[in-house]
């Protein structure tokens, strides 16, 4: 295998489940039971492409899942088996799980692994439906002390500064407790016991890796949920950040990776850039700490902060944002996934982000599955929530590669027409030759979107599946290129083999 493929990490991922899906059935006919086989190997990168162990590509469409107050447990929330059922059937194949540091170290040095074991227990649930999770640290405006949630009060130190009620990113701006309180944590400020608080917060996630490595169905660590830029949010989100805030989130990222690959050496790290990239500005991270590093980015609006969650006027800041990844990817050879979007009822805007990051050929993570959300941008907490709010659906269900036996070319669904088109190259995105004919490629085709059933037309390959929610399509002899439009309805596929 050629250089540009990081390092091989071992993940019981989605990749193994799809691979070993059976023919779908009838709408709803799918038995979840058997999306899991046996281990078909490693999954890495090769640039910017995840790809699993036989050399395809990997595509994660995902939902964020969140318990912002106390027991902070998903499974306290109600979240279980049903949930996983619908994620399933709906063609998602990925969590994010939301971990909190206030869970995870209550008190100083004092690790809770029954939440541990309560969130492994929900890791996996998901895996036993062919749903793999990335485990993420979350913090809004840093902790509840302040109005957020995240760290645990004992580690959240302002100084007497005063505390200004706002959502996470209007906080970000106008809450001085907010920002002494991230200051005095990338200063390690000493803590209970006379120790740093930045140390004790390398120490939990050194703790954290050592419990979750190896197990089933975890396929990433997000280190930081956007890391604070304290007082230098507005000149950061200028794009003119000042040294220290770039040096001192680089450095947050060197040395998070470095604990967490003292207890697990394989899991891929999702580090995600300043709070201020959320919103359209440079990612401030630097060249990846680690080989097995992926850019988690969250896309979200300033504007739409102040206006409830609307999307209007947004387009730029979220095309910003995109772009701003697609460049730290390109340049870094790292993947790049959306981890949030949303934060909305209004599907409109969904709609808009979701072509944004078909046209930059990024997987994403939508915000959120749970309602009751006490810290979000939107004006209402349920209608940003896929289980209150399974209009959503309508939106987020849709069509998309989910394993490409060769590099990925364009991909576009049209939510009216519900017409998807996918082109793709049978060569390895690993740079070492190309897939024998007969390969598969499957594609999500929920139904949802074609609940009439569907009809394809493939040059280059041929469908070797039954109607139902996922397609599969092998390669010909000799195709360099194989190309599908599946459309709504009934009728003859045209085949290119």
């Given at each position: 295998?050629?250089?540009?493929?990081?390092?091989?990490?071992?993940?019981s991922?989605?990749?193994?489940?799809?691979?070993?899906?059976?023919?779908?059935g009838?709408?709803?006919?799918?038995?979840?039971?058997?999306?899991?086989?046996?281990?078909?190997?490693?999954?890495?990168?090769?640039?910017?492409w995840?790809?699993?162990?036989?050399?395809?590509?990997?595509?994660?469409?995902?939902?964020?899942?969140?318990?912002?107050?106390?027991?902070?447990?998903?499974?306290?929330?109600?979240?279980?088996?049903?949930?996983?059922?619908?994620?399933?059937r709906?063609?998602?194949?990925?969590?994010?799980?939301?971990?909190?540091?206030?869970?995870?170290?209550?008190?100083?040095?004092?690790?809770?692994d029954?939440?541990?074991?309560d969130?492994?227990g929900?890791?996996?649930?998901?895996?036993?439906?062919?749903i793999?999770?990335?485990?993420?640290?979350?913090?809004?405006?840093?902790?509840?002390?302040?109005?957020?949630?995240?760290?645990?009060?004992?580690?959240?130190?302002?100084?007497?500064?005063?505390?200004?009620?706002?959502?996470?990113?209007?906080?970000?701006?106008?809450?001085?407790a907010?920002?002494?309180?991230?200051?005095?944590?990338?200063?390690?400020?000493?803590?209970?016991?006379?120790?740093?608080?930045?140390?004790?917060?390398?120490?939990?996630?050194?703790?954290?890796?050592?419990?979750?490595?190896?197990?089933?169905?975890?396929?990433?660590?997000?280190?930081?949920?956007?890391?604070?830029?304290?007082?230098?949010?507005?000149?950061?989100?200028?794009?003119?950040?000042?040294?220290?805030?770039?040096?001192?989130?680089?450095?947050?990222?060197?040395?998070?990776?470095?604990?967490?690959?003292?207890?697990?050496?394989?899991?891929?790290?999702?580090?995600?850039?300043?709070?201020?990239?959320?919103?359209?500005?440079?990612?401030?991270?630097g060249p990846?700490?680690?080989?097995?590093?992926?850019?988690?980015?969250?896309?979200?609006?300033?504007?739409?902060?102040?206006?409830?969650?609307?999307?209007?006027?947004?387009?730029?800041?979220?095309?910003?944002?995109?772009?701003?990844?697609?460049?730290?990817?390109?340049?870094?050879?790292?993947?790049?996934?959306?981890?949030?979007?949303?934060?909305?009822?209004?599907?409109?805007?969904?709609?808009?982000?979701?072509?944004?990051?078909?046209?930059?050929?990024?997987?994403w993570?939508?915000?959120?599955?749970?309602?009751?959300?006490?810290?979000?941008?939107?004006?209402?907490?349920?209608?940003?929530?896929?289980?209150?709010?399974?209009?959503?659906?309508?939106?987020?269900?849709?069509?998309y590669?989910?394993?490409?036996?060769?590099?990925?070319?364009?991909?576009?669904?049209?939510?009216?027409?519900?017409?998807?088109?996918?082109?793709?190259?049978?060569a390895?995105?690993?740079?070492?030759?190309?897939?024998?004919?007969g390969?598969?490629?499957?594609?999500?085709?929920?139904?949802?979107?074609?609940?009439?059933?569907y009809?394809?037309?493939?040059?280059?390959?041929?469908?070797?599946?039954?109607?139902?929610?996922?397609?599969r399509?092998?390669?010909?002899?000799?195709?360099?290129?194989?190309?599908?439009?599946?459309?709504?309805?009934?009728?003859?596929?045209?085949?290119?083999?």
């Open positions: 295998m050629k250089p540009a493929v990081r390092s091989a990490v071992i993940l991922a989605f990749a193994i489940a799809l691979a070993a899906t059976p023919g779908a009838p709408a709803g006919a799918q038995d979840f039971t058997e999306l899991r086989k046996p281990a078909a190997g490693s999954v890495g990168h090769a640039g910017k995840m790809v699993d162990g036989a050399g395809r590509v990997v595509i994660l469409h995902g939902e964020n899942v969140a318990v912002k107050r106390a027991p902070y447990r998903p499974s306290a929330a109600g979240f279980g088996d049903p949930d996983a059922d619908l994620l399933a709906e063609g998602f194949n990925a969590a994010r799980i939301a971990v909190f540091w206030a869970a995870v170290e209550p008190e100083p040095g004092q690790y809770d029954g939440y541990l074991a969130i492994a929900t890791v996996a649930m998901l895996n036993s439906r062919g793999s999770t990335v485990l993420e640290l979350h913090q809004d405006l840093w902790s509840a002390k302040y109005g957020g949630s995240g760290a645990p009060d004992w580690a959240s130190i302002e100084d007497g500064f005063p505390t200004v009620p706002g959502n996470p990113a209007t906080g970000a701006i106008t809450n001085p907010y920002w002494q309180a991230s200051e005095n944590f990338y200063n390690n400020r000493q803590g209970p016991g006379g120790v740093g608080i930045r140390d004790r917060f390398l120490a939990m996630w050194r703790h954290m890796a050592g419990y979750f490595s190896g197990v089933g169905g975890v396929i990433g660590y997000g280190p930081l949920n956007q890391p604070p830029a304290g007082s230098a949010f507005l000149p950061c989100l200028a794009n003119a950040c000042p040294p220290v805030a770039a040096d001192r989130i680089q450095a947050l990222g060197r040395d998070v990776s470095s604990a967490i690959r003292d207890n697990d050496p394989a899991t891929p790290i999702w580090l995600g850039g300043l709070i201020t990239s959320s919103f359209g500005a440079s990612p401030q991270l990846p700490p680690d080989p097995n590093t992926v850019y988690g980015f969250n896309s979200y609006c300033v504007v739409a902060a102040f206006a409830g969650g609307t999307g209007v006027g947004c387009g730029p800041q979220w095309e910003s944002g995109a772009a701003q990844a697609q460049g730290y990817s390109d340049a870094t050879q790292t993947p790049a996934v959306v981890t949030e979007f949303g934060a909305t009822g209004a599907h409109d805007a969904l709609n808009e982000n979701i072509a944004i990051f078909d046209n930059r050929q990024v997987g993570f939508h915000w959120t599955y749970l309602g009751g959300d006490p810290a979000t941008v939107s004006a209402d907490p349920d209608a940003q929530a896929v289980s209150v709010n399974p209009s959503l659906l309508d939106v987020l269900a849709r069509p590669p989910q394993l490409t036996s060769g590099t990925p070319g364009p991909w576009r669904f049209d939510p009216g027409t519900k017409q998807f088109d996918y082109s793709w190259s049978t390895r995105a690993t740079g070492d030759g190309g897939f024998p004919a390969a598969q490629t499957l594609i999500a085709t929920p139904d949802r979107q074609y609940p009439g059933g009809h394809v037309q493939v040059a280059g390959g041929r469908r070797v599946s039954e109607p139902g929610g996922q397609l399509i092998e390669s010909c002899p000799g195709a360099g290129q194989v190309s599908v439009t599946v459309q709504a309805g009934t009728g003859p596929d045209n085949q290119g083999c």
